[in-house]
């Protein structure tokens, strides 16, 4: 486990100007209110000058000064950042302060009768803190500010980004990058539960109000005609109808008496055990085609899905399959059926899916795979995160097709690996 005293996880030793300054944010969150502590914070990093403790202000300096700290300045001040945060999610009362602290770092520095000493120092570490918020760290600690902020969406701000509160199924991927530290990861895994488990009970009573609504009006008692039913807001920013739609086919009968869960577990049964990949690969592809409108798959998608399949490890077609090939041949299915590398994605195929299917038949698709092979949900996720991180800037409304299709994802998901009591439902 890496914490604030151990060896930093960039391989390198931490200086000890670094560490003092570690343990000098470790001490005062403990004895400081938020206000407080930014305060601290925005005269210590931001502006540069004034800070109480010279000490710690001219380890910074040597922090700043040094060789190696165009690469690593980053580093220490992310960790400086969630020294703070880290203390304040684990207070309720304080987490509103994560917000204001990364909000700092739009603001100017108020440095002025920097003496003649000290001014280079100071514009250095200005030009430092302004390359910071150019950096994934900062991003990332954007994104969790927006989880943070519960009038995000309400602002005049209409990105895509604000929305990523919305979405637990992507904080992993969005709110984490490559250096982030153990604390760091526990932070955003209590957040995502708790969103989640938010969302399943929203859903629930949502799904409640609806069905006493519906069972009022087809039912009515005439001995108790003043009954009032609290109404539930819709907990998505999918119309009611696409709602209540995407809900019966997640959950409900979509072949026959099978839903989608038991059409999962008559395709593995029907698979059996360890049949070749050749053989599996073709199954798959009867699989996913089956619940796709004969009019759109027969055109072109059922070909390019077959030719794509027989391209996935063409070496291995004689293999038995077993969980590793399972979970490399869903993976591959995946990239082709969503996007797959984080720069300049290739997501033409998700685009023409819900351009011609719309988002529940799609999700559908994708549903179908999680289903079969569940260790490749974290992999579908990454592939929405990449969507959301390459649209992030742009405005709701511009990017519409995303948004419904990560609020009908978050159904889909909610539903089938969610605790929620679906008996309503069916």
């Known amino acids: 486990m890496?914490?604030?005293?151990?060896?930093?996880?960039?391989?390198?030793?931490?200086?000890?100007?670094?560490?003092?300054?570690?343990?000098?944010?470790?001490?005062?969150?403990?004895q400081e209110s938020p206000t407080e502590m930014i305060a601290r914070f925005q005269t210590l990093f931001i502006n540069g000058v004034g800070y109480p403790?010279?000490?710690i202000s001219q380890a910074l300096k040597k922090i700043v000064g040094s060789d190696l700290a165009t690469e690593d300045f980053r580093y220490i001040l992310n960790r400086c950042?969630?020294?703070l945060i880290n203390r304040w999610q684990t207070r309720p009362q304080s987490q509103l302060a994560i917000p204001q602290l990364v909000k700092l770092f739009e603001t100017p520095p108020q440095a002025?009768?920097?003496?003649?000493t000290h001014s280079h120092s100071v514009k250095r570490l200005h030009s430092l803190t302004s390359q910071f918020t150019e950096t994934e760290q900062y991003l990332t600690l954007r994104r969790l500010a927006q989880v943070l902020t519960e009038a995000a969406e309400s602002q005049g701000n209409r990105s895509l980004g604000t929305l990523i509160r919305r979405y637990p199924y992507l904080y992993e991927h969005c709110l984490l990058s490559d250096e982030s530290t153990h604390e760091q990861q526990v932070t955003v895994q209590k957040i995502q539960l708790i969103r989640q488990k938010q969302f399943e009970i929203d859903l629930s009573q949502y799904v409640t109000y609806q069905v006493r609504r519906s069972h009022s009006t087809q039912c009515p008692n005439p001995a108790n005609?003043?009954?009032?039913?609290?109404?539930?807001?819709?907990?998505?920013l999918l119309s009611e109808q696409d709602l209540s739609q995407a809900l019966?086919?997640?959950?409900?009968?979509?072949?026959?008496?099978?839903?989608?869960?038991?059409?999962?577990?008559?395709?593995?049964?029907?698979?059996?055990?360890?049949p070749s990949i050749r053989s599996f690969k073709d199954d798959l592809y009867q699989y996913i085609t089956a619940s796709v409108d004969p009019a759109y798959g027969n055109r072109k998608?059922?070909?390019?899905?077959?030719?794509?399949l027989q391209g996935v490890l063409p070496d291995s077609s004689h293999q038995r399959l077993n969980d590793f090939w399972l979970?490399?041949?869903?993976?591959?299915?995946?990239n082709f059926l969503v996007a797959d590398k984080p720069q300049s994605p290739n997501h033409f195929m998700f685009i023409d899916l819900i351009t011609n299917l719309g988002p529940i038949a799609t999700i559908a698709i994708l549903l179908k795979i999680v289903l079969i092979c569940r260790k490749v949900r974290p992999c579908l996720e990454r592939r929405l995160s990449i969507l959301f991180s390459h649209y992030e800037m742009s405005t709701r409304e511009a990017v519409e097709w995303l948004v419904q299709a990560l609020e009908t994802l978050n159904v889909a998901l909610t539903t089938n690996f969610g605790s929620m009591n679906l008996a309503l439902i069916h």
């Open 327 to 334: 979970i490399r041949i869903c993976n591959h299915l995946l």
């Open 112 to 116: 002025f009768g920097i003496s003649a």
């Open 301 to 308: 998608f059922n070909n390019q899905l077959y030719y794509y």
């Open 81 to 83: 950042c969630h020294i």
């Open 53 to 55: 403790d010279h000490e």
């Open 248 to 274: 019966r086919h997640y959950v409900g009968k979509v072949e026959g008496s099978r839903t989608h869960k038991d059409i999962a577990l008559n395709f593995m049964t029907h698979v059996g055990a360890s």
């Open 2 to 30: 890496v914490t604030e005293h151990q060896m930093s996880r960039y391989n390198r030793p931490i200086m000890r100007e670094e560490q003092m300054i570690y343990d000098h944010l470790l001490h005062w969150i403990e």
């Open 225 to 236: 005609p003043q009954r009032i039913i609290v109404p539930v807001t819709n907990p998505t």
